[in-house]
């Protein structure tokens, strides 16, 4: 993250003189801190007007030392932004703490509050909006919130208290990290202070109009540097590479000292009034300039070229004032216009080429503060207020649209995806996630500054992007989204962002705050008798409830979600909520239910074109196969949702394929590669903060170890993933890393002291396994449980009591139709019968003989190849007599069921669907 840093840095291409010696001195004051024995910033203070370019010098120090530091990071304070307020130094910790790798929970949960607390209750009137969609019915225009509000909820001590948090959490995620911060257009000293990252060698450059005299107090080394009119050389040195070469005639010293006079040796003037050069002398240049002579400098050569340009890159100029701050590209400047993307480019490259736009990286640009209040006066002065409203509102239709196809191409067509599904021009579904990966930002910004657009608009933008947003993990604009719907009474948008907050925060493992937003959003949605979004809401909690191991309540949920989801309309939204239940019936041990439900998911994300669902879908089919013990299907079902993940960029959905990849080549006997393919994986979990991803991955490298003979770093692993799976509450994770962590540890101290003694330890963790097991009924976690401490409890004398779980197992494994375990506690019974029949050990050995026999005789497809070997190698024993004081045999001979043996299910599946052939929750995995 902190690598990607420099890429989020404006470009700094383009012609650069007359800061030589700054740039010097930045780059000395940096080396000189580094020879210090104290660790401590360089902050330098850039002070100087509008146009002298300190925000560039600012900026090329940042790319000439980047060698120096490990990321960066550009914060606009707004410090004098005309018409805006300054950003508040809660908002600038979160945008540093996001572009440098901080926990993404910290920038969605903010304010420290609990999502899904109860909020305002708008009491919609019924055919309210689905979550994302349009609202049915008229709707009122709505202001959708101004940058830097606060919600009102919260009062002031609260918001001085997350920030002091928020500090403290920035100053420790940069202890010891260098990293370049840029802090543009400060005005509060004390604001600076505190984003000034006080224990590490990092460089903080501020930006300012006057010299900013920061706290004598702050440990660092601080430094000012005044940022003034370039000075003649390096001024006609500008005008000269800006010129290109395409002056005619003679050197002219004093037309050339003119302009630089008139422009005030300001570099913004003079990259304006220097694009005129070529069709003008500078002789000319100069007249032209003296023309505006009332004016400042930076004014003179703006009207200047504003007056040059042709009527339509006027009207763009003029216009793109109401695009705000954010950088952006040609599909804003052709809904500005009207006009095609095209067009709208050209025109942009023409306002480029005439200094008054800003290129910022690849095709995207701003206006400099100084230019956007030029345009923005004369769009005041030139444009009537209708012109305006239907070119700022042209411009969010244009965008809705834009962004609900792209999100369409990834989750087919949702109910939230309002009915609108042409491609827009898309060449592909890779062009079009660049497309909203670019724009993104632009999207927010202009969300801001939605007043009097029609709010069905600003909805279908606002669900795209909170779609894009967990898609991609961008959990901090979803936590900005969030915040703003909190700032405005609008219930609908509420719903909706609520909705994608309850979804990140599974994501993050924080499973009791989804679980609690969720329901809120369920109870919102049915209050406004809109059952759509209700179905959706209760998807989501369902897979919540499935997360944290209530799956007899998750089935629940989703069952009453698909009871709503019964129009075609609908198909889409069903089919989600079908792959859902599907893993929930996976793991109650419904193998042929889980199938069904997943060949009719599949029919309808296919249907309904989406590639995402299709990803989710195969998934799951996957995991299903590797419960039935077909690895090669389970790969290739595996394989085709790892690349349906790439293809739509869903990197939280790669990880965990290729967790689940891994499991299958374990599976297949291949712990050597199961072990590589699992720590790429727990890499990827980590990098997405996907704490449940890398818990389960964890449990997995646990069983790869032990499976490559390294029990000790087993029994850790699975003790790291047991403590990951308690701090999340997911009961079920928990008791599969109770239950195998105690099996390891019974046989890692079974196999120094060669017999079955001294396992208080691994038999409590196995007693809690099943308690936990039992708890969410999951039968066949129950069942090896206590196949797993009647292992334990013959070991260590207790014949009687190992029988009597065995019994228990049998009657566990039958309730589910689970034929393959049935027959490994059958066996076990009759190893055990010998040493606790109430008839003594003769007419137990009897009996087992029996049994063993009734056993060896009732063969059936899902029967474990090892049971063979082992019910041979019984019945001799058996025949050639037991000696009870000898005790127990079995473990030692090694006549007892392996890891393998639990992972498949032996439930019959005669007659289920087939969905192996590939063709080819919203944003987020349906019971992984």
């Known amino acids: 993250m902190l690598e990607q840093s420099f890429g989020h840095l404006p470009s700094a291409d383009g012609p650069f003189t007359g800061r030589r010696a700054e740039l010097a001195q930045i780059a000395k004051w940096v080396h000189t801190a580094r020879a210090s024995t104290q660790t401590r910033p360089t902050v330098v203070v850039l002070h100087g007007e509008p146009g002298s370019g300190r925000t560039a010098l600012a900026v090329r120090a940042a790319h000439a030392l980047k060698d120096q530091f490990r990321g960066a990071c550009v914060v606009d304070l707004r410090g004098e932004v005309a018409g805006e307020s300054p950003l508040p130094t809660r908002d600038a910790?979160?945008?540093?703490?996001?572009?440098?790798?901080?926990?993404?929970?910290?920038?969605?949960?903010?304010?420290?509050?609990?999502?899904?607390?109860?909020?305002?209750?708008?009491?919609?009137?019924?055919?309210?909006?689905?979550?994302?969609?349009?609202?049915?019915?008229?709707?009122?225009?709505?202001?959708?919130?101004?940058?830097?509000?606060?919600?009102?909820?919260?009062?002031?001590?609260?918001?001085?208290?997350?920030?002091?948090?928020?500090?403290?959490?920035?100053?420790?995620?940069?202890?010891?990290?260098?990293?370049?911060?840029?802090?543009?257009?400060?005005?509060?000293?004390?604001?600076?202070?505190?984003?000034?990252?006080?224990?590490?060698?990092?460089?903080?450059?501020?930006?300012?109009?006057?010299?900013?005299?920061?706290?004598?107090?702050?440990?660092?080394?601080?430094?000012?540097?005044?940022?003034?009119?370039?000075?003649?050389?390096?001024?006609?040195?500008?005008?000269?590479?800006?010129?290109?070469?395409?002056?005619?005639?003679?050197?002219?010293?004093?037309?050339?000292?003119?302009?630089?006079?008139?422009?005030?040796?300001?570099?913004?003037?003079?990259?304006?009034?220097a694009s005129a050069l070529g069709p003008r002398t500078r002789s000319a240049l100069a007249?032209?300039?003296?023309?505006?002579?009332?004016?400042?400098?930076?004014?003179?050569?703006?009207?200047?070229?504003?007056?040059?340009?042709?009527?339509?890159?006027?009207?763009?100029?003029?216009r793109l004032a109401l695009a705000g701050r954010a950088s952006l590209g040609a599909a804003a400047a052709a809904a500005l216009l009207a006009a095609d993307e095209q067009e709208a480019g050209r025109l942009l490259a023409e306002l480029t080429r005439a200094g008054l736009l800003t290129h910022v990286r690849g095709s995207r640009y701003r206006l400099h503060d100084l230019v956007r209040s030029f345009a923005l006066a004369r769009l005041l002065d030139e444009e009537e207020p209708a012109e305006r409203a239907a070119a700022h509102e042209r411009l969010l239709t244009n965008y809705a649209e834009l962004a609900d196809a792209v999100i369409r191409m990834v989750d087919g067509k949702m109910s939230t995806r309002a009915g609108q599904f042409g491609s827009h021009g898309f060449g592909s579904l890779d062009?079009?996630?660049?497309?909203?990966?670019?724009?993104?930002?632009?999207?927010?910004?202009?969300?801001?500054?939605?007043?009097?657009?029609?709010?069905?608009?600003?909805?279908?933008?606002?669900?795209?992007?909170?779609?894009?947003?967990?898609?991609?993990?961008?959990?901090?604009?979803?936590?900005?989204?969030?915040?703003?719907?909190?700032?405005?009474?609008?219930?609908?948008?509420?719903?909706?962002?609520?909705?994608?907050?309850?979804?990140?925060?599974?994501?993050?493992?924080?499973?009791?705050?989804?679980?609690?937003?969720?329901?809120?959003?369920?109870?919102?949605?049915r209050e406004a008798h809109n059952d759509a979004g209700a179905a959706l809401a209760l998807c989501s909690l369902g897979i919540t409830l499935h997360h944290q191991g209530n799956l007899t309540e998750a089935a629940a949920?989703?069952?009453?979600?698909?009871?709503?989801?019964?129009?075609?309309?609908?198909?889409?939204?069903?089919?989600?909520?079908?792959?859902?239940?599907?893993?929930?019936?996976?793991?109650?041990?419904?193998?042929?239910?889980?199938?069904?439900?997943?060949?009719?998911?599949?029919?309808?994300?296919?249907?309904?074109?989406?590639?995402?669902?299709?990803?989710?879908?195969?998934?799951?089919?996957?995991?299903?196969?590797?419960?039935?013990?077909?690895?090669?299907?389970?790969?290739?079902?595996?394989?085709?949702?790892?690349?349906?993940?790439?293809?739509?960029?869903?990197?939280?959905?790669?990880?965990?394929?290729?967790?689940?990849?891994?499991?299958?080549?374990?599976?297949?006997?291949?712990?050597?590669?199961a072990l590589e393919q699992l720590r790429d994986a727990l890499a990827r979990h980590r990098d997405n903060e996907d704490a449940r991803g890398e818990a389960w991955t964890r449990y997995y490298l646990g069983q790869a170890l032990e499976e490559d003979g390294d029990t000790v770093e087993a029994v850790r692993e699975l003790e790291r993933a047991r403590t990951m799976f308690s701090r999340m509450r997911d009961v079920y994770g928990l008791a599969c890393a109770r239950h195998h962590s105690g099996r390891v540890t019974r046989d890692q101290r079974a196999a120094q002291t060669g017999n079955l003694r001294n396992s208080g330890f691994a038999r409590q963790l196995l007693m809690d396994a099943r308690a936990d097991f039992r708890r969410i009924g999951v039968a066949h976690g129950e069942a090896w449980a206590c196949l797993e401490l009647a292992l334990i409890d013959a070991g260590n004398g207790r014949a009687a009591q190992a029988l009597t779980l065995c019994g228990e197992a049998v009657e566990?494994?039958?309730?589910?139709?689970?034929?393959?375990?049935?027959?490994?506690?059958?066996?076990?019974?009759?190893?055990?019968?010998?040493?606790?029949?109430?008839?003594?050990?003769?007419?137990?050995?009897?009996?087992?003989?029996?049994?063993?026999?009734?056993?060896?005789?009732?063969?059936h497809p899902a029967r474990d190849s090892g049971l063979g070997r082992c019910v041979e190698a019984l019945a001799v024993v058996l025949e050639r007599g037991v000696e009870l004081a000898d005790g127990w045999q079995a473990w030692r001979l090694g006549l007892i069921p392996t890891r393998h043996s639990r992972e498949v299910l032996g439930v019959p599946l005669e007659g289920t669907p087939s969905v192996s052939s590939p063709s080819g929750d919203l944003s987020s995995p349906s019971g992984v």
Do not use: M
């Open 93 to 273: 910790l979160l945008h540093l703490l996001n572009r440098l790798g901080a926990p993404r929970e910290q920038l969605l949960f903010r304010d420290g509050t609990t999502p899904g607390a109860p909020g305002r209750r708008d009491g919609a009137a019924p055919g309210g909006a689905q979550p994302g969609g349009t609202q049915s019915g008229a709707a009122q225009p709505q202001a959708y919130g101004t940058g830097g509000a606060q919600p009102q909820a919260y009062g002031k001590s609260a918001a001085e208290q997350h920030v002091r948090r928020l500090g403290e959490l920035y100053h420790q995620h940069l202890t010891g990290t260098p990293v370049t911060v840029v802090l543009d257009d400060a005005t509060d000293a004390e604001q600076v202070r505190a984003l000034v990252p006080e224990r590490s060698d990092s460089l903080v450059l501020v930006t300012a109009r006057e010299p900013l005299e920061l706290p004598e107090s702050l440990p660092a080394w601080v430094h000012h540097l005044p940022v003034g009119p370039l000075e003649a050389a390096g001024a006609e040195e500008l005008l000269r590479e800006l010129a290109g070469g395409e002056e005619a005639g003679p050197y002219d010293y004093p037309a050339t000292d003119a302009v630089v006079e008139l422009c005030g040796g300001l570099p913004l003037a003079l990259r304006v009034a």
């Open 287 to 318: 007249e032209d300039l003296r023309a505006y002579g009332h004016l400042s400098p930076v004014e003179r050569a703006l009207w200047l070229r504003y007056t040059d340009q042709g009527e339509a890159a006027r009207r763009l100029l003029r």
């Open 431 to 525: 062009s079009a996630l660049r497309w909203l990966d670019d724009e993104s930002s632009f999207i927010t910004s202009a969300l801001r500054h939605s007043e009097g657009v029609d709010q069905s608009t600003v909805l279908n933008l606002l669900g795209a992007l909170c779609d894009y947003c967990l898609l991609r993990g961008d959990l901090y604009r979803l936590g900005e989204i969030s915040e703003l719907t909190h700032s405005i009474d609008q219930g609908l948008l509420e719903r909706s962002v609520q909705w994608r907050t309850g979804i990140a925060a599974r994501q993050l493992g924080e499973l009791d705050k989804a679980r609690t937003t969720l329901s809120s959003v369920v109870g919102l949605y």
């Open 557 to 673: 949920r989703l069952g009453e979600a698909l009871d709503l989801q019964s129009s075609p309309a609908q198909a889409e939204d069903r089919a989600w909520t079908l792959h859902a239940l599907a893993a929930v019936e996976r793991d109650r041990g419904h193998l042929v239910r889980a199938l069904s439900l997943l060949d009719t998911a599949l029919r309808l994300h296919r249907e309904g074109e989406s590639l995402h669902g299709e990803a989710w879908t195969r998934f799951q089919l996957g995991q299903v196969r590797l419960r039935t013990g077909e690895v090669a299907a389970a790969e290739e079902a595996l394989s085709t949702a790892l690349e349906l993940y790439g293809r739509t960029r869903d990197g939280r959905g790669e990880a965990w394929a290729l967790t689940q990849l891994a499991r299958a080549r374990l599976l297949g006997g291949d712990p050597e590669a």
């Open 812 to 859: 566990l494994f039958a309730s589910y139709g689970d034929e393959r375990g049935r027959d490994w506690a059958r066996f076990l019974r009759c190893t055990l019968l010998p040493y606790a029949s109430p008839g003594g050990s003769e007419v137990g050995t009897v009996v087992a003989q029996q049994e063993l026999a009734e056993l060896a005789g009732e063969d």
